[in-house]
Structure formats: C-alpha cells, structure tokens
T-cell receptor, first 110, second 114 residues
Framework: DAKTTQPPSMDCAEGRAANLPCNHS???????VYWYRQIHSQGPQYIIHGLKNNETNEMASLIITEDRKSSTLILPHATLRDTAVYYC???????????FGTGTRLTIIP | ETGVTQSPTHLIKTRGQQVTLRCSSQSGHNTVSWYQQALGQGPQFIFQ???????GRGNFPPRFSGLQFPNYSSELNVNALELDDSALYLCASSLGQSVTGELFFGEGSRLTVL
C-alpha cells in the first residue's frame, strides 16, 4: 500500500467547509483513496473512496488531483459532531486489510 | 450504529495472563478483521478471517490468534500478555470484496495490562 501523509491537526469554524488534504505521491494505478474517521471512543467510520474521479456522497466530497498524487476531503458544512481523527488510506480495491497512519485530528470550533 | 458488537468493552489483566475478546459481525457479513490501536496511533491490522479461515495476517506474533465461527462471529485470543498489549482492539466486518470495500467497525474492547 502506498504511504499517505496528512497534517497532524487542523481547526475549522462550525458551519464552514473543512478541507482535509492528503498526499499519496507513490500511489499505484490500481490503488483507491479511502477516507475513514474516528470519533473519540468509537471505531473508525467509512466516509468515502475514489480512484481518479471526484466523488460525493451524503457525508463528504473527495477531490483527487489529475496526477492522483494528492487528494482533499471536503466536509461542506462542518458541525461540532465532525470533530474526529480523519484517516486517508491508499488501498487496492477489495483489499480489506487497511493500513492506517496517524491521521489528521480535526477540531470544529463553535 | 454499524451492527458490529464487541465484548467486553473494558477489561484489565495482568502480565502473563490470557485474554479472549469477542465480536459479533453485521448480519450477512462473512469477513471479520481485527485491529490493535495503541494510544495516539492509528489502528494496526492483526489478521482477517473469511469463512472461518485466516485470510491474511499483519506483523503480530503467534500469541495473537483468532477464530471465526459458522455464524461469522469471531474471537481474538492473546496469550502471555505483555504491557505493550494495552490497547483498543477493534473488530471490523465486511462482505469480503464488497462493492464499496467498506469496513464496518465495532466500538472496540479496551484492554489494560498491568
């Protein structure tokens, strides 16, 4: 699995868009980008994944650069409940053995 | 609410003892994975079971072992506990090569080794 790099922490004002970057410069052509988050004292929760096209679901949007070396997870209207550690993972589709890094601790400020 | 339940939620053991952690998968899921999460770190993959057979293992010693039952529930056993085994142990279930590749995690069992 390709290594991913994320900032250790970020703050975002409540109601604003939270943009979480991830660098995956060594990603291979068949590796997807997955995002999970972990709210304090809970297990990780799947958010979204993508290969090369931008993706959107009810939770978030995922923007992947054309060269696929980086991506951004966007939470369009952050709420206090979005405070969590966010993990970006590069993984072959169907490979359910995830390699987590240390993630980005996102704090939503009231 | 993921439908994955783990027990116990918290437990304390002493060095050298053995522990068994249990996981009930989401209905219909035939694959279960176990992860260890030390304080301040991301989860680390221990092993995965698919239809009662081990299907991949991370960098953990043999004293970490598991079982998956016909109803796809699972156990994680750790023998000869060490202080460094203190962690949150997470179970995740999935359909195995599912359409989304999504894992559904339980809330974990927090093990403290004294």
């Amino acid at each position: 699995d390709a290594k991913t790099t994320q900032p250790p922490s970020m703050d975002c004002a409540e109601g604003r868009a939270a943009n979480l970057p991830c660098n995956h410069s060594t990603i291979s052509g068949n590796e997807y980008v997955y995002w999970y988050r972990q709210i304090h004292s809970q297990g990780p929760q799947y958010i979204i994944h993508g290969l090369k096209n931008n993706e959107t679901n009810e939770m978030a949007s995922l923007i992947i650069t054309e060269d696929r070396k980086s991506s951004t997870l966007i939470l369009p209207h952050a709420t206090l409940r979005d405070t969590a550690v966010y993990y970006c993972i590069a993984n072959n589709f169907g490979n359910e053995k995830l390699t987590f890094g240390t993630g980005t601790r996102l704090t939503i400020i009231p | 609410e993921t439908g994955v339940t783990q027990s116990p939620t918290h437990l304390i053991k002493t060095r050298g003892q053995q522990v068994t952690l249990r996981c009930s998968s989401q209905s219909g899921h035939n694959t279960v994975s176990w992860y260890q999460q030390a304080l301040g770190q991301g989860p680390q993959f221990i092993f995965q079971y698919y239809r009662e057979e081990e299907n991949g293992r991370g960098n953990f010693p043999p004293r970490f072992s598991g079982l998956q039952f016909p109803n796809y529930s699972s156990e994680l056993n750790v023998n000869a506990l060490e202080l460094d085994d203190s962690a949150l142990y997470l179970c995740a279930s999935s359909l195995g090569q599912s359409v989304t590749g999504e894992l559904f995690f339980g809330e974990g069992s927090r093990l403290t080794v004294l």
